[in-house]
Each structure stands twice: as structure tokens, then as C-alpha cells.
């Protein structure tokens, strides 16, 4: 009893020793100065470069790497969004820099940093370019209506810089991220003009992001936008996995999901082992060789995922029976709601690459039918379709809707790598296109009916 009597005198006595504490600090203690961000502005002097990962969040730590056409020091470093408005500035040293490691298209450039700041507290998430040139992308934790994926390894894929790029003569297996790119002219006109949307909330990732299920997770759609060409197994697990949780997925990018690449550091790996002449990857595990996703050794169609391939889709701006659009076949689809199309009619988006649903048959009037034997889907349906062409052979690029179980959320497939280029949102039928994909991401997000019947 006279312990429990005392326990509100020693709290007191607790609570006072911690004030006395408190009062004897040093109250003179000086503060960290605040370095001023210098007034001269960089801009003329930056030639180049590279930052040291391609994402980051607000308060993170970000060094760039900045090859200079003289040594400016100290200067103002401006960071842009995608409309070339300045969002915030750093303090920067610039040096002319020399390439110090060897082969820098597989070591990286190896430049010294040239400013290492601080991403700015409430830094809306979004693309944005240091001096208009260096890419980034600033990510956020919040919940989200939707969900863009930037297509990065891509990037990495066809960047020249250092002399070899995964495409080059002779190429390379193995791309660092640590060297300059720019930003990808097929996602362009499609970030600027999603970046307008001020109704909705957006986060944007990284490819690399996306092989971590938390930078989705909170988010009711994702986006793939582009030339998504490359992905490595966990990216496509977790994409799966969103989808069949109930969640939807906007595709705005043809050639998607081709090329299974993985990562070691600041480096991409793919062999691309055509055939035995080819150099050969030497992982052990055959379900992580970086060859095409639709061969059978690693048991993971691309259908599987996006209800389409390029295979069957092939290239659109070659000789063939197409239209440079897709022609409609579903005009009633509330895809299409407020565009007053009929069956036949064409919206012009001039595609690169396709993707391709499974064709069954064509109709008397030469109209594509679904095979979905092949794709064993809940439900799916054909939007519009156009002509192509690959390896001789005819091919069709579909732009599909479809649900792959009865509680798996919604794909909308557009299938080409130009709907969000200068050819597609910024096209002829631009206002269209930017309207079909309003209907589906407001539709998907309200829970209304995409399907026509």
C-alpha cells in the first residue's frame, strides 16, 4: 500500500530531473549555418549527365553527376518539371570531367558528383529534369489514384552513351544507368499532358520501382506508358499481383514486357541469346535468362500478363494493310463514350510497334475475332484493331479490354508504344485518344462498366 502511495512523488521527481537536464544544455549552442543557393545559374555551363539512381522521395539524398563546359563554382542548379517550369534549386560545383572508368557504357561514366542536395520537403511527385537535361523522378508513399511507370530500363536499353547500348554493333549485355539519357520520345507528350490532370492523384516510378510491391500498393491503377519493352521477373510478378488483387492497369505502351533484363547495382543485364553464335547469359537459374518473355524455357507468357505480344501485333508504320489507327470494332464500348464512332470508323494513331491479342478468325467483313481458348479469360473484348507487319508475315495490333478471373481488376490494353507520342496524344486524333483514356481511368476508378455487354 505504501508503495503505491509513493509512486506519484517519484513520478514527480522523474519528471523534474529531466527539466534540470534540460535547463543546464548549452542554450548558446550555435546553430548549422544555412548555405545560400548561389545566384549564378549553371545552365550555360551544364553539358551533361547522370544521377546517382533514377528515383527518389522527398528528403532523400540525391547526388548528380554533371560533366561542365568549364569549371563554374559555386552555381545555381535548377531543377525543371516537365513543363520547364523551375520547381526547386540546389547549389552546385561544375567541372569539366573526363569518362574515368573503361568501358562506360557497362561501368558507368564515373564522373565526381557535381552537387549532392536534398530532395525538398512536399516535392509533388512527377518527372522532372535538372538544367532540362537530366532526368528524375520523384516518387510518394501517399495513397493514389493512379500510378505511372516510367519506362527506364528501356531507356537504358537504346542509350548509345559510352559507345554501346544493348542494340549497338557490337552490342553490349550489360548497360549502366550511370551515363546520360533523355527522356523517352514515346512517353513524352503522354507524362505532359497526364501531369495537367489536376483532379486526380499521381505517382511516378521507375521501372526499377516496380520490382518493390510498396511503390504500387497504394495506388488503384497503374500506368505503363511508352516503350515498356523491358522487365525483369519480379517487376512482372508484381504487376500480377496487383491485377489479381482486384486493382486495374492502363497499358499505353506497345512491345510491352518482351525482354526479361535483371539487375546488379547500377547495372542492366540482358544477353539476348538468339542462338547458340550468341554470347550466353550465365545464370544458373533458366527462369532469370534475359531472353524474350515468350519463350517457353521461362514459363511466363506475355499473354499471361497483358492479354497481347509483339509477335502478333509486329510493326505498324511498314508496308501493310493498315490504317495508321485502329480501326473500330466495338463502337458501343464505353471506352469510346462521347466520341459518336461507328463500327469501321478509324482514330489515326501511327504505331511503331503493336502488341496483339490471339486471333481466332476473321469475320466476312474482314473484322478480327478474339481466341480466347488461348487466353482463357473471364472476359474479353476487341476495342479496335490495324494491320502489320513482321518478319513477312501479316500481323494485327488490338487494343483490348479484359478480366482474367471474375475478382481480378480490369486491363485496358492500347497496345501501341505511340498512344502517349507526339504520333498519338499529340497526333491528329490526339483529343480522342486523350479522351478514351479519361473514360477508362474515371471509369475504372468509379467502378462503371467498360465492357459493352
Known amino acids: 500500500m505504501k508503495a503505491l502511495q509513493l509512486r506519484p512523488y517519484i513520478l514527480f521527481i522523474w519528471v523534474a530531473l529531466v527539466l534540470l537536464v534540460e535547463s543546464c544544455k548549452d542554450t548558446n549552442e550555435t546553430p548549422q549555418p544555412v548555405i545560400p543557393i548561389p545566384t549564378e545559374p549553371c545552365s550555360l555551363s551544364v553539358n551533361s549527365g547522370y544521377v546517382e539512381k533514377f528515383s527518389c522521395l522527398p528528403r532523400e539524398k540525391m547526388k548528380a553527376f554533371i560533366h561542365s563546359n ?39 561514366f564515373g564522373y565526381s558528383y557535381a552537387s549532392e542536395f536534398e530532395i525538398p520537403s512536399g516535392t509533388k511527385s512527377g518527372i522532372y529534369l535538372i538544367e532540362k537535361k537530366i532526368p528524375i523522378i520523384i516518387r510518394t508513399t501517399q495513397s493514389v489514384d493512379l500510378t505511372i511507370v516510367y519506362p527506364s530500363n528501356t531507356d537504358n536499353a537504346y542509350a548509345i552513351a559510352g559507345g554501346k547500348s544493348l542494340y549497338s554493333k557490337p552490342k553490349s549485355s550489360i548497360v549502366s544507368f550511370h551515363r546520360p539519357m533523355e527522356l523517352q520520345w514515346q512517353a513524352i507528350t503522354g507524362l505532359k499532358w497526364f501531369s495537367t490532370l489536376n483532379n486526380l492523384s499521381i505517382n511516378y516510378i521507375s521501372d526499377r520501382d516496380m520490382d518493390d510491391y510498396a511503390s504500387i500498393q497504394n495506388s488503384k491503377i ?39 533484363v535483371r539487375y546488379s547495382n547500377h547495372q542492366m543485364i540482358c544477353y539476348k541469346s538468339f542462338d547458340l553464335n550468341s554470347e550466353q547469359d550465365p545464370i544458373t537459374d533458366p527462369l532469370l535468362n534475359t531472353v524474350e518473355w515468350d519463350r517457353p524455357s521461362l514459363q511466363y507468357s506475355i499473354l499471361s500478363s497483358i492479354g497481347a505480344d509483339f509477335p ?33 470508323d478509324i482514330i489515326s494513331l501511327p504505331s511503331g510497334e503493336y502488341d496483339g491479342a490471339p486471333i481466332a478468325s476473321f469475320t466476312a467483313n474482314g473484322y478480327p475475332e478474339i481466341d480466347n481458348s488461348v487466353l482463357n479469360f473471364h472476359r474479353i473484348e476487341l476495342v479496335g484493331f490495324d494491320k502489320g507487319a513482321r518478319g513477312g508475315k501479316e500481323t494485327v495490333g488490338t487494343f483490348i479490354v479484359f478480366q482474367k478471373t471474375p475478382l481480378s481488376g480490369i486491363v485496358v490494353n492500347g497496345a501501341s508504344y505511340d498512344w502517349c507520342s507526339h504520333r498519338g496524344m499529340g497526333g491528329r486524333d490526339g483529343d480522342k485518344i486523350k479522351k478514351i483514356t479519361l473514360n477508362a481511368i474515371s471509369k475504372l476508378l468509379n467502378k462503371q462498366k467498360v465492357f459493352s455487354n
Open 312 to 344: 502478333r501485333g509486329g510493326y505498324g508504320l511498314q508496308s501493310d494493310k493498315g490504317w495508321d489507327g485502329y480501326k473500330i470494332v466495338s463502337p458501343l464500348s464505353p471506352l469510346l463514350e462521347g466520341l459518336n464512332l461507328k463500327k469501321g
Open 222 to 260: 497503374i500506368v505503363l506508358v511508352g516503350h515498356s519493352e523491358y522487365w525483369t521477373r519480379k517487376a512482372r510478378k508484381n504487376f500480377d499481383r496487383f491485377v489479381e488483387a482486384g486493382k486495374h492497369a492502363i497499358i499505353l505502351s506497345g512491345n510491352t514486357m518482351w525482354w526479361q
Open 70 to 108: 568549364k569549371n563554374t563554382e559555386p552555381c545555381r542548379l535548377d531543377v525543371y518539371d516537365i513543363h520547364g517550369n523551375v520547381a526547386f534549386s540546389v547549389r552546385a560545383s561544375l567541372k569539366t570531367q573526363t569518362v574515368s572508368n573503361p568501358e562506360p557504357s557497362i561501368h558507368g
